[in-house]
């Protein structure tokens, strides 16, 4: 008999700044922790995990939120919950995390690979969000005295002659060689701009750009990337997608130059490991990026990219944009997120 059992722990995140994006201005973050417990022993070892559904963008559906709040709290079967792992992705990868780090005992060690975390430390890039230009500027003048190699700045949200002015200052004081840029246009070019607006982009030594135009546009993404103005990284197209056989029509069709892999979003670890078969087969790049979880989450992609032996650039969060996040033991400086034991795990309660 399995004596597993699973409790659901809702926290609304709530941001320092509002966040924008070209589809919304965030303020608040609903996620989930998802404790897992083998009581027979009786031992009090709990295994965690993330489920963070993004609204707007998530293929959840609009009940999915109702039905874990329904769960909260209460210790069920882990048999009962199963199901869930094949209906929603986001809970999927929290399943996936919380049954693997209960297997290593409940030290907030998720992969096999990881005797312990301290060591672990991965390079990643600066998100400056949406703002106005003045704002925009200022978080990219802190992201470069910072030290960061590389800035990702999200585009779409403002006047697009202001967004030229902000990457001809960034290009006045770091030159290609000196400094990465990666864009994100969160779909928000159209098929009649996007070429020009690339071209316009592409005197700036951009590395890549993230969907310049909406999801499910194959025959036009497809165009854009063959010509390669600007090489391009797909996001939001790879969501929702589930067989094998649909990741594969993906890049045999629109042929980018990199995919960028969400854990939460696309259905968990697993799923992210057999993405990345497939572009070993089709020669196509990637890297991996969080999407506004916890520092649990966090930690999480963390150990997977230490594992994975990346050595591009990622885009992992810091864990700095909350006011109320778990205390965890992952630091930030000069580029990169590492795990510091000296600081002890906070409660998830």
Not at 142 to 153: H, S, V
Not at 312 to 332: A, H, M, Y
């Amino acid at each position: 008999m399995d004596f597993t059992t699973c409790t659901i722990i809702p926290r609304l995140l709530h941001f320092k700044k509002p966040a924008g994006t070209s589809r919304a201005i965030l303020r608040t973050r609903q996620v989930y922790f998802i404790v897992m417990q083998n009581n027979q022993s009786g031992s009090d070892l709990a295994g965690w995990g993330e489920i963070a559904p993004l609204d707007g963008l998530s293929p959840e559906d609009e009940d999915f939120h109702q039905k874990l709040k329904n769960l909260a709290g209460k210790k069920l079967p882990a048999a009962k919950m199963l199901p869930l792992t094949q209906q929603y992705p986001s809970f999927r990868f929290g399943w996936e995390a919380a049954k693997a780090d209960l297997k290593n005992g409940g030290k907030r060690i998720w992969f096999d690979q990881i005797p312990s975390p301290e060591g672990i430390e991965v390079p990643i890039n600066g998100l400056i969000w949406m703002g106005t230009k003045d704002e925009m500027y200022v978080r990219i003048k802190e992201k470069l005295e910072n030290g960061y190699p590389c800035l990702k700045l999200k585009i779409g949200g403002i006047d697009f002659d202001e967004e030229i002015d902000l990457l001809r200052f960034i290009r006045s004081q770091f030159s290609e060689q000196d400094l990465e840029l990666r864009l994100d246009a969160n779909g928000s070019f159209s098929k009649t701009n996007a070429r020009e607006r690339l071209l316009r982009l592409s005197e700036f030594g951009i590395h890549s750009i993230e969907q310049p135009i909406h999801a499910n546009q194959w025959e036009e993404m497809a165009r854009l990337c063959d010509e390669n103005i600007i090489p391009i990284a797909l996001d939001e197209e790879l969501i929702g997608l589930k067989s094998k056989k649909e990741k594969e029509n993906l890049l045999i069709s629109i042929r980018p130059q990199y995919l960028i892999f969400k854990p939460s979003l696309i259905g968990g670890i697993a799923e992210t490991h057999e993405y990345i078969e497939l572009c070993k087969q089709t020669n196509t790049e990637w890297w991996i990026t969080s999407a506004l979880e916890s520092n649990v989450g966090l930690n999480i992609l963390t150990q997977l990219c230490y594992t994975l032996q990346v050595d591009k650039v990622q885009g992992l969060g810091t864990g700095k944009l909350f006011t109320n996040n778990i205390d965890s033991p992952l630091r930030e400086s000069s580029g990169k997120v590492f795990i510091d034991n000296s600081t002890s795990w906070g409660s998830i309660q």
